[in-house]
Every structure is written in C-alpha cells, then in structure tokens.
C-alpha cells in the first residue's frame, strides 16, 4: 500500500524538478553531446535554474564582426514554449575548439543575465542593467557596456571551470540535440 503512495508522489516530484530548470536546444553543432555538456556544466557553474528554453545554434551566417550573440525573444506560454523567456544564442560555426569554448562561456553569462532579469532589452536603443537605463545605445557602445564588461571578466574564469570539472552527464531536461 506504501508504494502505491510513494510511487505518485515521486513521479510528481521528478516531473517538478524537470520542469524548474532551463530547457536547452542545440542547431547544427559538430559535437552536440559535448555541447550540451559544456552548457549544462556552464548553467549549473552560473546557477541558472530559471524556467526558460535556451536555443543554441551555430551559424555560417553571422556577421564578420560577431563571434557569438545573445538576445530573448519574449513568448506567451505556450505547447511549444511553456516559457515567458526563450533566450536565442548564436555562435559563429567553424571555430576552434578553444574559441568555441570561450565564446560559448561568453554568451552563456549573458543568458544567466537574461534569465536572472539583470538585463532587460526595451528597444535597439534603450537597455535596463540592474534597474540602471541605458539609453540611445549605438552598436559601437555595447562591447563597454556593463553587461559587456561582466561577459569578458568572467568568460576565461568559466571556461576554465568548466575544463577543471569531472564529465557528467547532462540533466535529462537539457534536451534537444539537433
């Protein structure tokens, strides 16, 4: 009789935990396991436990002067995204494993910001970090921003980090490889 209580109230409490966590997709990755690996290890490093879907993929098609961009694009829940954040990176495909690496640790910082609401985007122009505005932002401005300055102070540190820890394997709702 025990079991058949115990059963159900594990079952509801691995469903809970599955669903208070990111939920990561990965695009056209030469590796995806080891990805998935990096970032899973990159999250937990950064404490990212938020409800929010990461979309990464690896891109030919980025402009010269990025290696790696972070944006959110803001959703209604829905079947296909029961988040209000989904947080897109793109990485510039065909780097080095190393650049990979630092440029994947670089835009995961700027995901822990999204997800955390440090940051918060308004417009092309207009930015909130940690309830300071930043206005009339040119692209030429971001790379001296705070957010900015935070993603390049940490991003080696992360990287290392993530280098120094034992494989596991990744949370069973980090998902999606493609």
């Known amino acids: 009789m025990e079991k058949l209580v115990l059963l159900p109230l ?22 995806s396991l080891a990805t998935l690996h990096q970032i899973s290890q990159y999250l937990d490093y950064l404490d990212v436990r938020e409800d929010i879907y990461v979309h990464v993929s690896f891109s030919e098609k980025m402009p010269d002067n990025l290696e790696g961009i972070t944006f959110v694009k803001k959703t209604l829940p829905n079947e296909k995204y029961p988040f209000d954040k989904v947080i897109k990176v793109k990485i510039k495909a065909h780097m080095s494993n190393r650049k990979q690496r630092l440029v994947l640790a670089h835009e ?3 995901v822990k910001q999204y997800a955390k609401g440090e ?7 207009h930015v909130i970090w940690k309830e300071r505005t930043y206005s ?3 692209p030429t401005d971001r790379r001296y921003t705070p957010w900015e300055h935070e993603a390049y102070r940490n991003d080696v540190q992360l990287a290392k980090a993530r280098m120094e820890q034992p494989q596991v394997s990744p949370v069973a709702s980090y998902t999606g490889i493609r």
Do not use: C, G, Y
Not at 119 to 125: A, F, K, N, S
């Open 10 to 31: 594990s079952l509801t409490l691995s469903i809970s935990i599955a669903f208070a966590q990111p939920i990561v997709k990965i695009w056209n990755s030469e590796d």
């Open 108 to 110: 995961m910082i700027h």
């Open 136 to 138: 009339n932002l040119r």
């Open 119 to 125: 940051i918060r985007v308004i417009d092309q122009h």
